[in-house]
């Protein structure tokens, strides 16, 4: 009798818990989309970046869950300075970017906010957003580059996106300023088959850089440097080359380039 009533019990449990296990998901797929564009304050022209770690990312909060809530996995604008993700949950979120421009939260060294310029907003639906932001560097091919036995040579003209004495004005405050924050650090030439060529997408054997020290640069904002390519490569090969420079200064713990335009070049 006790055998009977010790299995009866067993059953019953396991048929409450089998519910439980097989009951079917009523959470609807998270389906909103967000999609963004990131700009120069004082052109409206898009910031233009590298797909990865070293270019704008982009980090999502969604409010809705509270004050303690940890954000949402961390992605990355595409090189022409936009964003999208498709498969948000419907809620308010804090939407904040990072990259080589004025950063758009700023506290102090003890912790005191100074400017917040994230952007809040309900994501329901497709949702836009826009920043505006103040880029730390310009970059432009001057011309058409040059092919000869296998190597570019492009012209390269720099300019400050954000004048010394803004740049100043705004990152001092957050402490242990330096005026060789300002200091133009490199400037590289990317190569690759690939359209979307930068750091995360470049051939070794052909891109090049020319590294700077202290304040060597500051003469050669606004003329044009002169940067070839490595290696020899193939003719009748057809790749993309990318501009990029970046300054002596850390954005979230990354010294992160500004880029130019991509170029496609056919090698006779």
């Known amino acids: 009798m006790k055998k009977i009533t010790f299995c009866t019990l067993l059953c019953a449990l396991f048929t409450f818990g089998s519910c439980d296990m097989f009951s079917v998901d009523n959470y609807d797929e998270p389906a909103e989309t967000l999609q963004g564009e990131v700009v120069d304050v004082a052109t409206g022209e898009k910031v233009l970046t590298d797909q990865g770690s070293e270019g704008i990312r982009v980090r999502l ?31 308010t979120y804090n939407i904040r970017i990072d ?34 932001v103040e880029p730390f560097l310009k970059i ?46 490199d400037i590289q030439l990317f190569v690759s088959y690939s359209s979307t060529v930068g750091y995360r997408a470049r051939d070794d054997r052909w891109s090049n850089k020319i590294e700077y020290t202290g304040a060597d640069f500051e003469p050669l904002f606004e003329t044009e440097v002169t940067i070839k390519s490595n290696g020899t490569i193939p003719s009748g090969r057809t790749v993309f080359i990318r501009a990029a420079a970046r300054i002596n200064y850390e954005t979230e713990s990354v010294r992160r380039w500004n880029y130019s335009e991509p170029m496609e070049v056919l090698v006779p």
Not at 142 to 169: D, H, Q, Y
């Open 61 to 91: 909060t969604e409010l809705s869950w509270g004050d303690n809530v940890q954000h949402n996995p961390d992605f990355y604008c595409m090189p022409d300075g936009t964003f999208q993700h498709t498969k948000l949950f419907k809620g």
């Open 99 to 132: 990259g080589p421009f004025i950063p758009l939260v700023r506290e102090d060294n003890y912790g005191v906010p100074l400017a917040d310029e994230t952007i809040e907003k309900e994501i329901s639906g497709i949702t836009k957003v826009r920043f505006e």
């Open 140 to 185: 432009v091919f001057v011309g058409e580059p040059t092919i000869s036995n296998g190597k570019i040579t492009a012209k390269v003209k720099v300019t400050r996106g954000v004048s010394k004495e803004i740049f100043k004005e705004k990152i001092e405050p957050l402490g242990e300023y330096k005026d060789s924050f300002l200091n133009m650090t």
